[in-house]
């Protein structure tokens, strides 16, 4: 399985980004899609995922700001991030596990990352 994560970029406090994750190779249907985020000098930490049912899984500090989405038919997975605000400045990662969301970086497979930047 090959992720393949785009759509990173500088933005404003308060801008918005979409980040997408296309799915390569994958060969079974009970899986979870996710983002994680890396910031300088941090640990990677989890953003969001759903699961293969749909059920979505938040961090936190998402509140109501970023939502995860699925395009089946493409084998994609996006990530619309609205109110961005500094401290979302990091390299964001799709991930893939079989079976279910966990919250730790158990991951199976992930994509290489795209760095989002958000000045103040």
């Known amino acids: 399985v090959q992720l393949q994560a785009s759509g990173g970029g500088l933005v404003q406090t308060g801008g918005s980004l979409r980040l997408s994750c296309a799915i390569s190779?994958?060969?079974?249907?009970?899986?979870?899609i996710g983002w994680f985020r890396q910031a300088p000098g941090k640990e990677r930490e989890f953003v969001t995922a759903?699961?293969?049912?749909?059920?979505?899984f938040n961090a936190e500090f998402v509140k109501s700001r970023f939502t995860i989405s699925t395009d089946n038919a493409k084998d994609e997975a996006h990530l619309q991030m609205n109110s961005l605000q500094p401290e979302d400045t990091a390299v964001y990662y799709c991930?893939?596990?079989?079976?279910?969301?966990?919250?730790?970086?158990?991951?199976?497979?992930w994509g290489q990352g795209t760095l989002v930047t958000v000045s103040s």
């Open positions: 991930a893939l596990r079989r079976g279910v969301v966990v919250r730790n970086p158990n991951w199976d497979f």
């Open positions: 759903i699961n293969y049912n749909g059920a979505i």
């Open positions: 190779g994958r060969t079974f249907d009970l899986y979870a």
